[in-house]
Structures are given as structure tokens and as C-alpha cells.
């Protein structure tokens, strides 16, 4: 390691070099394991064992008691710091107000979940008050959800045709016109829609006790864009029957949607003129109030117009009135009483534990998303893992409540976070007002046409469909993005939406890989002005030192990219197979030329390579160095004869000048006549001789596996045989963990690793020697007048005048 004292200043001429040769040295140049030595803490214990692990962790005191209640029952803390002064009244009026949102909704996506409409009632009361008791936003409307539902939907109708193929008709049953009309089918799919809240709460469970939210960090933007607007298509082909009052054959499997769009347009002739006018006035009704009253007065209404429960008041109040019961498929009896709890039956369970898994996903994914939201805009801290308990609380212990599984609905969200709700308590106040709606005024709504709930769905679902808008957002940030969108929403779309979330998780996994094999790594450059490093190629003012090449590789190093980081490495600084390879070739070109010109001349080596292993070196070197080295070196050189020696048995080793020119890339492959390979010229091979450093950036390296670290050391060796040094900078704690394990050290000396990108530049700056030899045209030895001639060309000599012309250095 070179030692420079702080502060010190070195610098050569300016002119052709321009500031490049001036560098400032605020302090000693590091390399890792010397800063380390002096920096490291001696007691630091990087991986405890288990024993102190537990040790650490398994103790007992009223803080650590009350810490990990408080955590796992945030409702406590709550109440113990609740100002009821300054909250009371705005918890009591945002719980009223969303309670109001929860009653239509309740009624719709108990439909949507194909099961009871009480079902939907109940999963907007048990999932709220448990969230009361477990979450951690105060803004998280917990309850019937579109997306989810529709998912459970999809995987209940699934397991009804299992129902219908064992199911026997008996007298008690051969009248009932439809499916939906007999209560054993009805019991059936409510505790499939049980069960699945079950299992979905108990995986929740699962991954909130062993901290795996960072499962859905797999999972994009566009894919959740994709697959709720796919989701959205099936919403709404699922109440287009309800909308025009027909009767059709529910269908499920890939293609489901087709069929049912077959069965629509089939049964189009059956419908009757009062349901779709029904459906047509719910509609305008909602997109009046929504789109221009509360839009337009949002910023002078207290609260949005409840227009949902508007619609559903009038619909009832109407329907009632004219009889429509008659002509109109109503809601019809609605139980108002409290359920007992029940277990729900789990046989056969192994047919849908995989949609319960990647329902369990959805839920977390698009409930913590919202909940972020909310967090950010109000300035508080939620707990990821607390949230996941808190969901898997929600779903598990409200399945023994009959509720099907429940999620987030971010319109009643945004809501409570429009009023400012203070806290979770305000999930109190709604469920009240939900538990007063079913035992008091649960058959007030049995009038309630069906074609008005159907529309509430439809008309929510306005956003969904808007979003798919957003796949040119996607064409245009990432292709890779666009990608996932299209064959999630197509697959959700025209197979099934259970289909479309497996093959769009799969592409989000298959488009990691492909990123991973498009890894960039390029040639990092110096600015004269600011001295910033960046991607040489694409700044103009990028220059590079002479003889140093610096690479940075953007991604993590491990066994998909590997071999991809070799070859960028060798493609944007010097490939040392290459070279070794136009070396050898050189070398038979010369002996054929020898051989036919008839000429005895002394094989040589170029500069000092190695090969199999073995270095061959001249008697004489020539060398200019910067620095503290002296200006002018001579080993094993008597200045006779003009300054030109004999050499020891001739000439094995050549002369070198050190340089501060910029690098020059090398020219675009030439095919050679003879053999096919690359055409090899002494040009081309003088230019990759002027490197004599290789250093890779490692501080955007945070992973290494062993591969990765077995390549560096391969790298490490490759460049040995042709003269190059290979430094790493700002190579990550655990990086090096992997290195020494792997055995890199012993092919990359740990003085090759430096603290930052400056120490490494500093030290290869600081040995620069660019070897003489490349620059020679001819080089001849009279034995009889013990007298040594060079030649060099016109371009080569104008360079080392330059050199020397600019360099201070004494003999």
C-alpha cells in the first residue's frame, strides 16, 4: 500500500493532460483491511451465536411486558393515551358516517360473493371490531372488498359444481326454479366461503408471527393493476344478469367469461322492461352525485352525500310502494338476529388451499398498501408484521361468525382519512350502527331490488376500469412492466381470474430473471470540472486516467449474473483471454517471418506476460514513475554505448515509460484472412497494453454468492497472466464475509481491496508503469558491435518526447 501523508498535493503539467493529472489527497489512501486495523471495533460480534441470541432476547421487565402487549393488542395502547377531549367527536361522526358506506356495500357483495346476503352483514360487522382490537391505522376500513370478494366467489362457485354433482333432488326440492333457491346448495357455499376465510386468516397468521411481508414486494405495480382491472371485467360480467333480470347458467373454469357472455346474449329475449329500468335509474342516480355533486362540492361538503344508501332507500321505498316484488328479483328475507358461532366443515379443503394462499396475498398486498397511504398523508408509523396479524385476526376468528373473507375498501378509507379519524376506536362507533341495522332494520330491506344493489357494484367499479388506461403509463417507464400487465389482465380476463393470478405471478418471477441477464455494467469516467464519477461513455467532459480502467457493475453478483459481469467487464476494459491470445499469435507470426527471412533473432515475451505460467523479464527496464518513487529508475543498466546495454543473454525483459494519456478503447473486431479469428495488429495490441489496473466499483454489490466471488477470483487470475492488477473499492461487509469463505483471498491479495473508489485510484495511479514495449516497431541486437538499435514510428516518438518533455524527474 502506497503511504501518502494528508493533504499532500501531487501534480504533473497541464496542457495535453488538463487538470486529469493533479490529484488532492486529503488523507492516507486505505485499503479495507488497513482502515479496519485502526477503525474496527475489537468487541463487535458480526453472528452471534444461538445461545447468545436467546440470551439477549429471552428476559423478562414491566417494559419489556408491557412493550410486547402493547404490540401484539395495540387496542391498549390506544386506550391509554386517547384524548377523548380532542377525538371522541370526530371517531363518533367518521364511524357513523362510514357505517352508513358498509350498509349498501354489505347488501351488494354479500350477492357478489355468491352466498347469503346476510353473510355480507355480518363480515362488515366481526372483521371491523376485531381490526379495533388488532390493527394499528386509524384510517383501514376493514369489511367486504370487490376484488376479494370476487376472488372467493370464483373459487365458491368452483367447489358448488362439485355440490351439484353429488346433490339429489327429493320432493322438498324439485320446485325451486334455480339453484340459489335451495338452502342446502345456499349452507354449502357459505361455509366454502367460511373456509376459505379460515385458511386465508391462518396463513396471515402465519407470515405476521414469522415476519414474511416482503413476499409481496414480488409482486408490481402493473400486475396488481392488471389483475384488478381484470378482476373488474368479471364483476361486472357477474351482475349484468342481475342488471337485466334474466336468469343464466353460472359458469367457472378458463373461458368461463365467454360462456357466460354466450348465455347472456342467448336469454337476452327472456328479460323484463321493469328490472333493466330499475338498474338504468340506480345508475344515473349514482353517477350524478358521485361525479358532479360530490366532486364538484367536495371542498364545502362536511362529508360525501351517502349516495349508495340514497339509492338504496329509494329502490326499497319504490319497489314497496309499486309491489315490484312481483316483476323484480328482490332481496327477500333477511335473518335479524346474531348468528352462533359454527366451525365450518374443512373437507376437502386441499381443493382451494392454493387460491386460500393467494387470496391471503391480495389482501395483505392491497390492504398495507392503503394503510401506507394513509400513514404517510397523516404523519404516523404503522407496524408491517402487526398488520398482518391483525388481517389474519380479521379473516380467521370472523370465519366462525359465518363472514366470508374480508379486506380493506379503499373508498371508505379515503374517507376516514378525508374526516381526520383519530383512531381505531372509530371502527367501534360503525360496528354499532351495522349491529343496529341487522336486528333492528335487516327487513326493511327485504323489498330491495336486486337491479339497484347490482348497480352500486357496477358504478364502484368505475375506477377499476379506468386504471386500465395506465398500460401506456407502463409502455412507456418500463417494457418489462407492460409486459406483466398484459399477460395478467388477458389471463384474468378470457381464462379465470384464479388462472390469470398464478400465470401473472409468473411472468412478475420470469421477467426478474430476464432482468437479471440484462445487468449493465460500464466503464466509469472522471469529469475535469467537478471531478465526478460517472458512466464515461455518457458525459461528455468523461475522462479516464491513463493505464487505469474503472467498472461498475449495477446489480448484485450471484449465479444468474455471473458470467454476465465477466463479460461485461472484459468487453468495457480489456479482455485478458483476448490479449494472451493476440500475444501468442504475434509471437507464430514472427517466427514465420524470421523463418522465411532467413534472420536470428531473440525470442521475446511480450512485456512480461506470463505464460503457463511462467514469466519471462528482460535484463534492462526503462521506467518513469510518479509519486514518491524517484522520476528516473535504471535496474541493471550501465549508461554505455549511449545509454543502450548489452542485456544478459538477450533481451527478456523490454523497456517501459510511464504515461498519463487517456485510454483508447479498442476498434471493432477484424476477421483475419488466414484463420477466420480476429485479425490481430500491433496497434491493437500496444493500445490494451496501456492498461495496467483494472478496478471495479463493488458499492452497488450488496449480495455476492459463492459463484460471484469464485468468478472475481477467476478474473483476479486471468488478468494476473497478462500483467494487470485487479483492484475491488468499497467492497460491503458482507461481501467480503462471502469472498473469505469462498477462498477469493487467495487469488485477490485483501491489499487489493480498498475502502472507496479514491484509495484504489490513488494507490494504481500512484504505479502507473506503461510498459515500452508495445510502442516498438523493431528492436534489433549486433552481438559483433555489442550495440542495441530501436526503432520506433513517427506517432510512438512524438508520445514519449511528450511524455518526457512533461515530466519533471532527475538522473
Known sequence: MVSESPRRRFSAPSGAFGEESTIFVKRQPFTQVAFDEIHLKEDIEEDPSLATTLKNNLFCSKKRLWKIISTYLPIIKVLRYYNIKESIVTDIVSGITIGILHIPQALAFGLLTSVKVENGLYTSVWPVLLYVIFGTSAHVSMGTSAVICIVTASVVDRQAENFKATFEFNNATTNFTTWEDIPE?????????????????????????????????????SFFNAFTSGAAVHIATSQLPALLGINVK??????????????????????????????????????????????????????????????????????YGANLAEEVAVVGEIPGTIPPPVIPDLTGFQDYFVDCFVLAILIFANTIA????????????????????????????????????SAVAPP????????????????????????????AMSVLFEPLPKAALAAIIVVALKGLFIQMADCRKFWRINKFDFVIWFFTIVSVVFLDIDFGLGIGVIVSLITVVFQTQFSRGFRVGRTMKESAFV??????????????????FQSNLYFANAEIFRNNLYKATVNPRKLLKFLKKQEKNQEREEKRDGRKVSKTSETGVATNGNVKKSSSQ????????????????????????????????????????????????????????????????????????????????????????????????????????????????????????????????????????HDAIAVARSKAVVPLQPFLEDFTYDEAAEESTLVLSVNDMQFCLHVLGNLKFDV
Open 185 to 221: 346448495f345456499m349452507d354449502y357455499k357459505e361455509n366454502i366461503s367460511l373456509c376459505v376465510a379460515m385458511l386465508s386468516g391462518l396463513i396471515l397468521l402465519f407470515m405476521g408471527f414469522l415476519r414474511l411481508g416482503f413476499i409481496t414486494a414480488y409482486l408490481s405495480e
Open 250 to 319: 353460472r359458469f367457472g373454469g378458463a373461458f368461463k367469461i365467454i360462456y357466460t357472455y354466450q348465455e347472456i346474449f342467448s336469454n337476452i329475449t327472456s328479460l323484463s322492461w321493469q328490472t333493466p329500468l330499475v338498474a338504468l335509474v340506480s345508475i344515473a342516480i349514482l353517477l350524478f352525485f358521485k361525479e358532479f355533486i360530490n366532486e364538484k362540492f367536495k371542498h364545502k361538503l362536511p362529508i360525501p352525500i351517502p349516495v349508495e344508501l340514497l339509492v338504496v332507500i329509494l329502490a326499497t321505498a319504490i319497489s
Open 370 to 405: 392503503m394503510a401506507k397511504i394513509c400513514a404517510k398523508k397523516h404523519n404516523y408509523e404503522i407496524d408491517d408484521s402487526q398488520e398482518l396479524i391483525a388481517y389474519g385476526m380479521c379473516n380467521f376468528a370472523s370465519s366462525f361468525l359465518k363472514c366470508f373473507p
Open 412 to 439: 371508505r378509507s379515503m374517507i376516514a382519512s378525508n374526516m381526520g379519524t383519530k383512531s381505531t376506536l372509530a371502527g367501534v362507533f360503525v360496528t354499532i350502527l351495522m349491529l343496529l341495522v341487522i336486528m
Open 535 to 552: 458512466e464515461h461513455k455518457r458525459y461528455k467532459d468523461s475522462i479516464e486516467s491513463n493505464g487505469v480502467k474503472i467498472f461498475r
Open 622 to 757: 526503462l521506467a518513469l514513475v510518479t509519486g514518491d518513487n524517484p522520476a528516473f529508475a535504471m535496474d541493471e543498466v550501465n549508461l554505455q554505448n549511449n545509454g543502450v546495454q548489452k542485456p544478459y543473454g538477450g533481451l527478456k525483459r523490454p523497456l517501459s515509460i510511464a504515461s498519463n494519456l487517456t485510454s483508447i478503447c479498442d476498434d471493432d473486431d477484424e476477421v483475419d484472412p488466414e484463420d477466420g479469428e480476429e485479425f490481430v495488429t500491433d496497434d491493437k495490441i500496444r493500445r490494451m497494453r496501456r492498461t495496467h489496473h483494472i478496478i471495479i466499483d463493488c458499492s452497488t454489490v450488496n449480495y455476492m454468492d459463492s459463484s460471484g466471488a469464485n468468478v472475481l477470483g477467476h478474473i483476479s487470475s486471468e488478468y494476473e497472466h497478462v500483467n494487470i492488477k485487479l483492484f475491488l473499492a468499497g467492497v460491503a461487509a458482507s461481501v467480503r464475509d462471502t469472498m473469505e469463505h469462498a477462498g477469493t483471498f487467495e487469488k485477490i491479495p485483501q491489499h487489493h481491496i480498498f475502502l472507496e473508489l
